[in-house]
């Protein structure tokens, strides 16, 4: 059973920097394309940025040029760096683990709450 632990969530100043990171365990990493999204209160959750199937990024038009994807496959881990944060980039932050052989499945982790406040 696939496992993922997101940390790094925070209350932080607008303008400011945060990086989460999401902790993969429990199948081959290499099976699942990774991705983080995003919950606003009384909003539907949404894609923020998440790797393809075949290791190309996409990302949420209102966090290009702000945040940026990454993994270590050492680690089995994957980060979301965000700079230049906004009050509208607050909400609670998803882990996903989609199955690259079928799209149908996929893992969400806990959820980490981002709060950008002066």
């Known amino acids: 059973q696939v496992q993922l632990v997101e940390s790094g969530g925070d209350l932080v100043q607008p303008g400011g920097s945060l990086r989460l990171s999401c902790a993969f365990s429990?199948?081959?990493?290499?099976?699942?394309?990774m991705g983080w999204y995003r919950q606003a209160p009384g909003k539907q959750r949404e894609l923020v940025a998440a790797f393809t199937s075949g290791g190309n990024t996409n990302y949420a038009d209102s966090v290009k040029g702000r945040f940026t994807i990454s993994r270590d496959t050492a680690k089995n881990t994957v980060y979301l760096q965000m700079n230049s944060l906004k009050t509208e980039d607050t909400a609670v932050y998803y882990c996903?683990?989609?199955?690259?052989?079928?799209?149908?499945?996929?893992?969400w982790g806990q959820g980490t709450q981002v709060t950008v406040s002066s």
């Open positions: 996903n683990a989609r199955l690259k052989a079928n799209a149908d499945l996929s893992y």
């Open positions: 429990g199948r081959s990493f290499s099976f699942f394309a």
